[in-house]
């Protein structure tokens, strides 16, 4: 993230990779300008349902010192926000963090759900699920809608959770159509000139599971639009999860960036090949 001048940033994003907390040796080619691509469909697709933050992702709108062919579709020239302190979770479905509480505790973010539910299995409805960093700094830290409200307020909690509700129920629905479900996701949201506007990423494959519809069975995971070849080859290792990391094989490499592509092409109807900067493709 970089000072652009006059309340502005540019964002850049990279081709590194994490894997359980862990950043690899290895780069994906071109990560950062598939995830770039998604979200800038998405800030303009959803543009009526919630303001953003993004004013452009072409290089000659950038300001001066920043016009690097290098940096041609992995980079957003936005307005800079004010963030929030909470990160704004909405499941459609139960799996990951939440599927583990259910199973100890019967819970979501501590509230009780119906008995008997499959892992993965659709929830009657999208829950907003907020979390905040923990004191560490390093890992989400789920809360409870009342402790969002302690932390920004009743009126922005409230406004955070329908905005986030009304964008994954819109996203949703699109990608459904088109073979994905969207399990879940994450919005980062902030203030820009006192309007609570989306900033960051969105609706893309490190914010949100993205799954196969034709490969959704509940009770099993589906597999994912993302860096789940990465951690399906870390997990056949004797790795403790904890730094240096192993080094990743070219093919597992190649199939996380065809994981993304696919992602994105079947979502904005484009060829990821024609997105500025693309290379070795």
Same mark, same amino acid.
């Given at each position: 993230?970089?000072?652009?001048?006059?309340?502005?940033?540019?964002?850049?994003?990279?081709?590194?990779?994490?894997?359980?907390?862990?950043?690899?040796?290895?780069?994906?080619?071109?990560?950062?300008?598939?995830?770039?691509?998604?979200?800038?469909?998405?800030?303009?697709?959803?543009?009526?349902?919630?303001?953003?933050?993004?004013?452009?992702?072409?290089?000659?709108?950038?300001?001066?010192?920043? +016009?690097?062919?290098?940096?041609?579709?992995?980079?957003?020239?936005?307005?800079?926000?004010?963030?929030?302190?909470?990160?704004?979770?909405?499941?459609?479905?139960?799996?990951?963090?939440?599927? +583990?509480?259910?199973?100890?505790?019967?819970?979501?973010?501590?509230?009780?759900?119906?008995?008997?539910?499959?892992?993965?299995?659709?929830?009657?409805?999208?829950?907003?699920?907020?979390?905040?960093?923990?004191?560490?700094?390093?890992?989400?830290?789920?809360?409870?809608?009342?402790?969002?409200?302690?932390?920004?307020?009743?009126?922005?909690?409230?406004?955070?959770?329908?905005?986030?509700?009304?964008?994954?129920?819109?996203?949703?629905?699109?990608?459904?159509?088109?073979?994905?479900?969207?399990?879940?996701?994450?919005?980062?949201?902030?203030?820009?000139?006192?309007?609570?506007?989306?900033?960051?990423?969105?609706?893309?494959?490190?914010?949100?599971?993205?799954?196969?519809?034709?490969?959704?069975?509940?009770?099993?995971?589906?597999?994912?639009?993302? +860096?789940?070849?990465?951690?399906?080859?870390?997990?056949?290792?004797?790795?403790? +999860?904890?730094?240096?990391?192993?080094?990743?094989?070219?093919?597992?490499?190649?199939?996380?960036?065809?994981?993304?592509?696919?992602?994105?092409?079947?979502?904005?109807?484009?060829?990821?090949?024609?997105?500025?900067?693309?290379?070795?493709?």
């Amino acid at each position: 993230m970089y000072d652009a001048g006059d309340g502005n940033l540019l964002i850049v994003a990279s081709d590194r990779l994490s894997a359980f907390d862990v950043v690899m040796n290895e780069q994906v080619p071109n990560k950062g300008r598939v995830l770039t691509a998604i979200s800038a469909f998405w800030f303009d697709h959803l543009a009526e349902i919630a303001p953003n933050h993004l004013i452009s992702t072409d290089i000659d709108d950038f300001p001066d010192g920043a +016009k690097d062919p290098e940096l041609a579709g992995r980079s957003m020239y936005v307005h800079k926000a004010e963030m929030l302190p909470i990160e704004c979770i909405v499941r459609g479905y139960i799996t990951g963090s939440a599927w +583990k509480e259910y199973s100890r505790s019967g819970t979501m973010h501590g509230t009780a759900l119906p008995e008997n539910l499959l892992e993965s299995e659709q929830l009657p409805e999208p829950v907003f699920t907020p979390s905040t960093k923990a004191e560490d700094g390093l890992h989400d830290e789920n809360i409870s809608f009342e402790q969002a409200v302690e932390l920004v307020g009743i009126d922005i909690a409230e406004q955070a959770r329908d905005l986030s509700i009304a964008l994954y129920k819109a996203g949703a629905e699109w990608a459904a159509e088109r073979g994905i479900i969207i399990a879940d996701t994450k919005f980062e949201l902030g203030m820009v000139d006192g309007e609570l506007v989306v900033a960051d990423e969105m609706l893309t494959p490190d914010s949100s599971r993205f799954w196969p519809a034709d490969q959704w069975v509940p009770g099993t995971t589906p597999p994912s639009f993302d +860096k789940q070849p990465v951690r399906d080859f870390l997990d056949t290792l004797d790795w403790d +999860k904890t730094p240096p990391p192993p080094t990743i094989p070219d093919e597992v490499i190649s199939a996380t960036i065809e994981r993304y592509t696919e992602g994105y092409e079947r979502i904005t109807g484009m060829t990821f090949a024609d997105w500025p900067g693309v290379t070795n493709r």
